[in-house]
């Protein structure tokens, strides 16, 4: 009787086998009608570090803010305002001893000129936006350039001649620490990381180089030498927060480091005295001032300045502009619409606004060796520093 039973369950099992044979097999992806083709996860967003701060995003902090250019003279100890209307001139006030830069705050509602002196005799000027008209002048030690933590928590005043960086309170300026930077003879412009997590910094003297900053233990991570010896000045960061840019006045052209393995990766060559960086306002180039000397202070007027214009993509020269007639284009930034590039002409006492779409150059008169001007106001949910890192 057992026998039996085995004897048809097993002749059962067998014809259902044969069945389930003649069924045709279906794709997997038709069973799957929540996944596409490929069932692999999505790739992430592409990154894009300057996505808020292009037209139209302006921070509703800025609101009330007037329109207009700010330019430190380093020799008449003076910030000349400029109606970024009109193209005049509207207003000239005394700072404190050789001012360098104008920087937005990182909460947007102070813009500091930093006087950097000699040495311990350095202040910062508070400027208010709503008004342009300075407030009383803050005592901080060689101030020669000012960058914020990305979170807001700290100033980061950078201390060129005493090489170091204090970090301090962001409103009052108050001292919290300070970190010493030995190897970075001349530290002086910086940018950050996507998250934050660290800095580079440019070593304008010695054998130049640059400086990795641990932000969050405050501690120099590295140090890295370029290819070839020179001055590297102003650093900005690409769209995709992979590469760091790094101007050097001495080889002229710009050297590609990537940020996180701290390795030179490449050299795109520009102009004679490459110095300073602005980003366009949709993110896609990036214009390269060529100060036109290899010479730190008292260069010769009219030189063979120029802006060069590199596509962030192809990383390719898309555009050389000369400022006609001879210039020394400097520092600056462009305006919240980003028609106009704005840029000081240190050997020349004069500011130069530049047409964004077509490269013509509008001159304005200022004071003495103007240096780092910035524009106000731009686009962004914070300022990094300098002269309106925006992000």
């Given amino acids: ?116 002196g000699t040495g311990k005799n350095g202040s910062l000027t508070p400027i208010d936006p709503m008004t342009a008209k300075p407030g009383q002048q803050v005592p901080v030690d060689d101030p020669y350039n000012l960058y914020f933590m990305p979170d807001g928590s700290a100033a980061i005043v950078v201390d060129e001649a005493l090489q170091q960086l204090d970090f301090r309170d962001p409103h009052t300026m108050a001292l919290k620490s300070s970190l010493p930077t030995p190897t970075c003879l001349g530290i002086n412009h910086a940018d950050f990381s996507v998250d934050g997590s660290y800095a580079i910094f440019t070593c304008e003297y010695g054998n130049g180089g640059l400086a990795k900053i641990d932000l969050k233990n405050q501690k120099v991570l590295g140090h890295l030498d370029l290819s070839r010896m020179g001055m590297p000045q102003d650093i900005r960061l690409s769209p995709d927060g992979k590469v760091f840019y790094v101007a050097d006045m001495m080889n002229d052209g710009v050297f590609l480091v990537d940020g996180d393995s ?25 214009y390269v001032s060529n100060r036109g000397s290899h010479k730190m202070e008292q260069g010769k007027a009219k030189g063979p300045g120029s802006v060069t214009v590199i596509d962030f993509a192809t990383r390719a020269v898309v555009a050389q502009w000369p400022i006609p007639g001879g210039g020394s284009p400097d520092m600056g930034n462009v305006s919240a619409d980003g028609k106009q590039l704005w840029l000081s002409g240190r050997f020349d006492s004069d500011v130069y606004m530049i047409d964004t779409v077509s490269g013509a150059v509008t001159k304005i008169r200022v004071g003495v060796e103007p240096h780092g001007l910035t524009v106000w106001p731009q686009p962004g949910r914070y300022s990094q520093g300098h002269t309106g890192n925006m992000r």
Wanted: net charge positive; charged share 20%; with cysteine.
């Fill in 262 to 286: 701290f390795k030179e990766i490449g050299f795109i060559p520009t102009g004679i005295g490459t110095h300073g960086f602005v980003v366009s306002r949709d993110g896609k180039r990036l």
């Fill in 1 to 116: 009787m057992i026998r039996s039973l085995l004897r048809h369950t097993s002749l059962r099992a067998a014809l259902l086998l044969i069945a389930l044979s003649s069924v045709p097999a279906w794709p997997a992806r038709a069973w799957a009608d929540t996944c596409p083709e490929d069932c692999s996860e999505p790739p992430p967003p592409a990154v894009n570090i300057y996505k808020h701060t292009a037209a139209g995003h302006l921070s509703p902090v800025t609101t009330g803010s007037l329109p207009r250019v700010y330019v430190p003279n380093r020799s008449s100890n003076s910030v000349s305002v400029i109606d970024s209307v009109t193209l005049k001139e509207v207003d000239r006030f005394n700072v404190g001893s050789k001012p360098q830069h104008v920087v937005p705050s990182w909460d947007l509602k102070t813009l500091w000129v930093a006087n950097n």
